[in-house]
């Protein structure tokens, strides 16, 4: 009767697949999080150099949404956007009061040269665009408070610096004793003191949109500095969890890996003799991560190939040949000896290569009986 005791090819074939789907599954949440790591490294390299995006009067929703990946902000830039929207009401109200000291001085009598901008051609003024840089008038104003496109108006202070132009321009282009110049300097003065009026209002305003913009702004930079730093913490946490997963996966394929030979093990040990201090170093610490009695910091190091488990074995193996082959590539395909001058490392490698050299007798003689 035959025995059924050998392992099926298809059991094997399972078990094998299953760790290629996890491996599988691991790449693709590694690629996931590496994705997310160059996003967090970029946000704070990126407000390491900020000095700031919103300039004096500019708008925070507006600055903000030309950056990207503005991850966590989607509340803040709404209360932004809020806040914005009641300054703009609150300056259409000041602009409405500044029409009605802009209307006072339109009416006046004397007012009547500056409505329309200025007939360079019909009077004969040809060296007028050469004196006045921006000509001005109320009807030019007018249009552009009225505007529904772009070039309207944002604040009372730019139709203030308008209205003062138009008086301005006229007494720059008039001499003094000129009609003209006498009612622009007149106008002039009657409209700054009504402007007077209005200015405390303004300034108000002005003092309270530069508080509600920083306040913006700040509320924005915390909420990206709050949601990065919980990000880089599951980033942390799950990068951990990868780690383990990859560590006991490593552990179940080695552990369904095959024992190494007597000649394997003793290929391995003068394969350990090849290392360079550093690699060297690094193999002894394998060896302590799974045998606690194997101290490679102590003063005498004793590394018993046959006294590892297969797992540690496997995973010596494994790194001396990639750590031997990067060694003979910077080598230029010759081993890499010990040509440092530590003469801690050189004692350690020593210790190491005489602890081998006799152990790998003893499997000789064992080998031969």
């Not at 690629?31 to 946000?43: A, D, G, N, R, T």
């Not at 991850?71 to 259409?92: C, F, H, I, S, Y």
């Not at 529904?148 to 720059?172: C, P, Q, S």
């Not at 193999?283 to 005498?300: Q, Y």
Request: glycine content about 4%; charged content about 35%; overall charge neutral.
């Amino acid at each position: 009767m035959e025995s059924n005791l050998q392992p099926q090819p298809y059991v094997v074939e399972d078990r094998f697949e299953g760790f290629r789907n996890s491996v599988d599954e691991i790449l693709t949440k590694v690629e996931k999080l590496e994705k997310q790591v160059v996003e967090v490294e970029q946000y704070y390299e990126s407000a390491g150099n900020a000095q700031g995006n919103c300039s004096k009067g500019g708008s925070v929703v507006k600055e903000k949404s030309r950056e990207k990946n503005l991850v966590g902000t989607k509340k803040p830039l709404q209360d932004a956007l809020r806040t914005e929207t009641a300054a703009a009401k609150r300056m259409q109200e000041l602009m409405r009061q500044f029409s009605t000291i802009l209307r006072q001085i339109t009416q006046h009598k004397w007012a009547w040269p500056f409505q329309e901008p200025v007939d360079v051609k019909g009077l004969g003024l040809h060296d007028y665009n050469e004196i006045i840089e921006k000509p001005m008038d109320f009807s030019t104003i007018k249009n552009k408070m009225e505007a529904k496109d772009g070039t309207r108006y944002k604040n009372v202070r730019e139709i203030y610096a308008d209205v003062r132009l138009i008086f301005k321009n006229a007494m720059k282009y008039n001499n003094e004793k000129h009609d003209v110049h006498v009612m622009a300097k007149t106008l002039l003065e009657k409209f700054e003191d009504k402007w007077l009026q209005l200015l405390p209002k303004v300034a108000e305003e002005e003092k309270r949109q530069i508080e509600e913009e920083a306040q913006a702004q700040l509320d924005i930079q915390l909420a990206q500095e709050m949601t990065y730093a919980n990000m880089a913490n599951d980033l942390g946490n799950e990068l951990y969890e990868v780690d383990i997963h990859l560590k006991k996966l490593k552990e179940m394929v080695i552990q369904n890996c095959r024992k190494l030979s007597t000649g394997e093990k003793r290929i391995l040990g003068t394969a350990l003799t090849k290392l360079s201090p550093e690699n060297l170093n690094r193999a002894l610490e394998i060896v302590a991560e799974n045998n606690s009695s194997f101290h490679p910091t102590g003063d005498e190091v004793d590394l018993d190939i046959d006294a590892q488990s297969d797992y540690t074995l496997w995973r010596l193996k494994l790194y001396v040949r990639d750590a031997l082959e990067i060694q003979e590539k910077t080598s230029g395909g010759i081993p890499v000896n010990d040509t440092t001058d530590d003469k801690k490392n050189n004692k350690r490698r020593r210790e190491v290569c005489d602890s081998l050299a006799k152990n790998l007798k003893k499997t000789r003689k064992l080998s031969t009986l």
